[in-house]
């Protein structure tokens, strides 16, 4: 079995991580050197629709899978930290803890759906007001803040980290680019928790290599909310993503309803975002009501 029939096998006992359509031969064996395990493992992650700088990590971890073990697995995925270069001890300069359990996790537009939020005990809030007025910013963020005062509620501030200091928030959420703008010395020096997005392997370690409070996984299911770079990542992927990530604070986001939800929390992260399932419900009392509840019944069991 040649290097490319051992790619088109592994891709067939992978299947669950496939996204798109699968590429044509020679766009798989594209820059390919050699004949080998290290190979097969890129062109496969090729055909199962990964970004190459995705294929290419993925590859990398197999050949440091295979030297851990001693022998080359098709079947085993990769999905060990050491493989990809992770630790899973904290260090210095890691950023404050937050749960690993951060339950449901509702990704509200104002300071007003914020403190609706906290009076039917959602246990983690994020405010994410998109204004260009740095006044109205900072004024829906000091009320976010009050809002979740004298209740259990924790508090993350999306991309406006300035006014999340100043105000007091429980922590900030930031987004790739943000994350390589932002001073994120300035911002753990604050004490704020720091939640980072994600979107596929090398996003992942890019984010873990800063050591935040929790790391987002998405986007699960397609989205209208905003464009998004990448494709929906699945349910199979999103296993995967969780496994490696196991030793750290993890949220599910993207697409996420209480019909889906049952099938994310069996990936075995700690939190699912929401925005939709609760912004757009009919009845939102009773939509958290039974968000709640299967994230309940998930922890039972």
């Given at each position: 079995m040649n290097s490319l029939e051992l790619a088109?096998?592994?891709?067939?006992?992978?299947?669950?991580?496939?996204?798109?359509?699968?590429?044509?031969?020679?766009?798989?064996?594209?820059?390919?050197?050699?004949?080998?395990?290290?190979?097969?493992?890129?062109?496969?992650?090729?055909?199962?629709?990964?970004?190459?700088?995705?294929?290419?990590?993925?590859?990398?971890?197999?050949?440091?899978?295979?030297?851990?073990?001693?022998?080359?697995?098709?079947?085993?995925?990769?999905?060990?930290?050491?493989?990809?270069?992770?630790?899973?001890?904290?260090?210095?300069?890691?950023?404050?803890?937050?749960?690993?359990?951060?339950?449901?996790?509702?990704v509200l537009p104002d300071a007003a759906w914020v403190a609706r939020m906290v009076a039917l005990g959602v246990p983690t809030v994020q405010l994410r007001f998109k204004s260009d007025d740095a006044q109205a910013v900072q004024r829906e963020v000091q009320a976010a803040v009050q809002a979740v005062q004298g209740s259990q509620s924790l508090l993350f501030i999306n991309d406006h980290w300035q006014a999340a200091i100043e105000a007091g928030a429980y922590g900030v959420h930031l987004g790739q680019e943000d994350m390589q703008e932002a001073p994120l010395e300035r911002i753990r020096a604050s004490g704020l928790r720091l939640g980072l997005s994600s979107h596929g392997y090398v996003e992942m370690l890019r984010a873990a290599q800063h050591e935040p409070s929790y790391i987002a996984l998405g986007a699960v299911f397609p989205t209208t909310l905003k464009r998004m770079e990448t494709a929906p990542q699945g349910l199979g992927r999103l296993n995967k993503y969780a496994r490696l990530m196991r030793h750290r604070s993890l949220v599910a986001i993207g697409g996420i309803d209480l019909t889906a939800m049952p099938s994310v929390l069996q990936s075995g992260v700690g939190s699912v975002a929401v925005v939709r399932a609760i912004t757009g419900a009919d009845d939102v009392a009773a939509s958290v009501r039974q968000l709640q509840a299967c994230l309940r019944s998930a922890a039972l069991h």
């Open positions: 088109q096998h592994m891709a067939q006992l992978h299947g669950g991580l496939q996204i798109g359509t699968p590429p044509v031969l020679a766009d798989v064996q594209r820059g390919v050197q050699g004949d080998d395990s290290f190979a097969a493992s890129l062109m496969a992650a090729r055909l199962l629709g990964f970004l190459e700088h995705d294929a290419q990590c993925v590859a990398h971890a197999w050949a440091a899978q295979t030297q851990r073990i001693g022998s080359f697995d098709p079947a085993a995925w990769p999905d060990e930290p050491a493989d990809f270069g992770l630790s899973t001890e904290p260090s210095a300069k890691a950023f404050p803890s937050c749960p690993h359990a951060l339950g449901l996790y509702a």
